[in-house]
């Protein structure tokens, strides 16, 4: 049974971003079972509550207040247009909101479609683009479901549809004329969750989920002469640990690099003379009040 006083998380209820947000959630120290077709799972622990909802109600959810929390994209946000605080970008379901047309169609601009049928679950952006693009006359028609096959049906020109690797595209004999914007999951809230203090340290350790993933620890032994050197390569959040080992000419270092950089900073440490250069997975952080996850 829901909980009236616990906080209340809406998850997408199928795909890859309910994988990841129920693997975001559980990192973050939240503990529930899923079961089979139930819609709803209430953590003992701490008495929140998770909510499997589709994607693209999970806006209006958070808006309206019947959800403290929702995971959802943040294309689904822009379109439903609604009043919602967006506390973090997760960094996963990233894609890109496209017009797409028949890779034989003479159709190579927003301009060309004037008069034509636009195909789209997104119908709110889909105007928007052709108002901001001067282009009055395009009739958008909202399609939910396989929206790539109604222009090989000719029901529709083109279509405004999410694209993340192009083959349903290709599949479908289709190709981008245009992309409209950039997406990808978001956690939205609202101004009146049911517990504040719980939504408060929920978001401080998603935070550390989030940063977690960008670093890895880095550890290494240096020569002496070359710490300074090795310093600048490996700078780390505040500034790295270092220590003595019981042969002097020596210095032990511990420091967070970011994953992006690992394998060139190991390169450029092994050539100061660097040696047993070890990273690390880091899977949680408190970082202090600089932390940053964007």
Partial sequence: MLRADGLRI???SKGRLRDASLELLQSAGLRFRVSGRR?????????????????????VLVAEGVVDLG?????QVEEKGVALQEHRRLGFGRCR??????KDSPFQSA????GRVVGSKFVHIARRYFTEAGVDDVH??????????????????????????GNSLIENDLVEMDEILTAEAVLVGNDRPRDAGACERLLRRIDGV???ARYSLLEYNCPSERIDEAVAITPGFSSPTISHLQDGRWLAVKVLVEKAHTHAVMDELEKLGCVAILETEVRHTRLGPQNETA
């Fill in 10 to 12: 809406a998850v997408p």
């Fill in 39 to 59: 819609l709803f799972s209430v953590c003992s622990d701490t008495g929140t509550t998770i909510i499997f909802s589709n994607t693209q109600d999970i806006p």
């Fill in 71 to 75: 995971v959802t994209g943040s294309d």
């Fill in 97 to 102: 909101l496209s017009v797409a047309v028949h």
């Fill in 111 to 114: 301009g060309d479609l004037a």
């Fill in 140 to 165: 958008v028609l909202e399609i939910q479901g396989a929206v790539e096959v109604m222009v090989l049906l000719g029901l529709v020109d083109a279509i405004v549809e999410i694209v993340e690797t």
């Fill in 210 to 212: 989030l940063v977690a």
